[in-house]
């Protein structure tokens, strides 16, 4: 049986005064691919699994006001991910031939069943803490009532009971009002009501139909919603729940629904159908301006709901031939990931109460990223990782031959009252230094520093100690290596905010990987901030 060991020591340390959350203790996320060999081992965010515990080290190499820079080195490394405290997904399923609530990882795993019975269940909404959900619930020929309860699917509580539906409840700010729309005037409206049920207050009533608010978690919180009040067609507007500052933000052609307040509290997810057409996921800005569209596709996106930290969203989409939850990018180039892939319906999702999880696969069999993406590499026999308060930064695959593992070196290059902002340096040593790759992010193509055609027999790598970013990498050829003469390879002096670093240099490389001194060089100096000179 796999089990994860933490380490201890020196590096808890590192952890305490820089690493992933001043010391919280992480728990493993999904387990990695099966495979022999050694444990898992626990690197502050990073879960790594060395073919091997004999010979495996795991060094500090500085740690600085931004992160904390760890060498892996002296075993294969077979698996290396690193941990998140990443958000769940809530969602509604037909999978079990009615439509229950299910909550899953951002990635599929770790699904459950949180109600299970006679009834359907739509529109669930985590709680601000996490701790509880609230949903409509619909028995067979009832109108529909809101319903609370925890996270794990208990202390299932009513809190609607009338005889005309209630529906789309989401939550305040502080957790203590439930926003949600009713039709117990025979029109759909917005109401808020404490989260226990009592004092129920409508606002925004009008003749038209007012449908799905979302509140926002802003210093100034607003009710989105879509109504359909202007010429019949549905747009977005927002209001804050005393019933005051009534705002427009969309006016179009098309049906505007299911808007979502994205976490920095400006800016507002929607669906949009034009005419007959699919629906679209877009953007906006509470105030109406920069609409973007985030999806583009044949097939139906709909009901957007954001990750705590922005970076994701999810919505239910009928791409794949039938409705399955999705996971998309916030940026460019906006790679979606397919989360459910069952027959029924999966829809109406809603993303919080985080819990830790894989967030990348680094090192690992290709696909076993999430989302089937490719790791960087299948193994490594040595590597940098970079981690701060907020989890992992930065990794760089140091690729030696097999044969010549026997060789490697990992050195801390330390030099005497370093400045905060100097950079962090890491002499790497072996019979051979294939090449250097470095993390561009998920599904990106490592940057790569091929270092073959130089037959460096070291390699001395200097990070940016804020970014945790490569910012110089000095190749040391074979033919000028000293180790016959017990000479030292490098020699290092801080003085004057800069680094100066003496040696015999075949290659002085950037950040961007381009060579400074092709005909080779004797002393480089590296300023703050990854300014490099070559002084001779």
Not at 46 to 74: D, H, K, N, Q, Y
């Amino acid at each position: 049986m796999t089990r994860c060991l933490l380490v201890t020591g020196l590096f808890a340390l590192a952890i305490t005064l820089a690493g992933c959350g001043g010391g919280s203790p992480l728990a493993p996320g999904p387990a990695p691919p099966t495979a022999d060999g050694g444990d898992l081992v626990q690197v502050g965010p990073m879960l790594v699994r060395p073919a091997s515990a004999v010979g495996f080290s795991v060094e500090p190499l500085r740690i600085t006001s931004g992160c904390a820079f760890i060498a892996l080195w002296g075993s294969q490394i077979d698996y290396l991910a690193s941990q998140a405290l990443l958000d769940r997904i809530v969602f509604t399923s037909s999978r079990d031939g009615y439509s229950d609530l299910w909550a899953c990882n951002l990635d599929g795993s770790g699904l459950t069943q949180l109600t299970d019975n006679a009834a359907d269940e739509y529109r669930a909404q985590w709680s601000p803490d996490g701790a509880r959900i609230v949903f409509d619930r619909r028995w067979a020929t009832a109108d529909s009532e809101l319903i609370v309860m925890d996270a794990d699917g208990s202390s299932i509580v009513a809190l609607t009971d009338n005889d005309q539906h209630d529906t789309s409840g989401t939550w305040s700010p502080d957790g203590r009002r439930i926003a949600f729309e009713s039709y117990r005037t025979l029109n759909w409206e917005i109401y808020t009501m404490y989260a226990d049920g009592s004092d129920p207050q409508y606002l925004a009533a009008t003749t038209a139909a007012e449908r799905w608010p979302d509140w926002s978690h802003s210093s100034d919180p607003l009710i989105c919603f879509s109504s359909d009040r202007a010429g019949g067609n549905y747009e977005i507007y927002t209001v804050r729940a005393d019933d005051t500052g009534l705002s427009t933000v969309t006016n179009t052609s098309g049906n505007e629904y299911h808007p979502a307040w994205h976490p920095n509290g400006y800016l507002i997810g929607f669906d949009r159908q034009v005419g007959t057409g699919d629906h679209d996921i877009l953007d906006i800005n509470e105030g109406g301006s920069n609409e973007r569209r985030l999806s583009n596709h044949p097939g139906n996106d709909r009901n957007p709901a954001w990750s705590s930290d922005g970076r994701w969203f999810a919505f239910d989409s009928h791409r794949a031939g039938n409705y399955d939850i999705w996971l998309q990018d916030t940026e460019e180039p906006y790679r979606a990931y397919r989360v459910t892939t069952h027959a029924a319906t999966d829809e109406q999702p809603h993303l919080g109460s985080p819990t830790m999880q894989t967030e990348r696969a680094l090192i690992g069999p290709p696909g076993s990223d999430w989302g089937g993406l490719d790791p960087i590499w299948s193994s490594a026999y040595a590597g940098v990782c970079v981690f701060d308060d907020d989890g992992y930064r930065n990794f760089v695959r140091i690729g030696i031959y097999a044969g010549d593992l026997g060789s490697l070196e990992v050195t801390p290059l330390m030099v005497t009252s370093p400045s905060t902002s100097s950079p962090v340096g890491v002499l790497v040593e072996a019979n051979e230094i294939v090449n250097l790759r470095e993390d561009a992010g998920r599904g990106e193509e490592p940057t790569v520093w091929d270092l073959d055609p130089l037959d460096a027999g070291a390699a001395v790598l200097y990070f940016d100690p804020m970014s945790g970013k490569l910012v110089s990498v000095l190749a040391v050829d074979d033919a000028s290596y000293p180790a016959a003469t017990g000479a030292p390879v490098v020699s290092v002096a801080a003085g004057g905010g800069v680094v100066t670093v003496a040696g015999v240099f075949s290659a002085v490389f950037d950040a961007q990987g381009r060579n400074l001194a092709p005909a080779g060089a004797a002393r480089v100096a590296l300023g703050d901030g990854g300014d490099i000179s070559v002084l001779q």
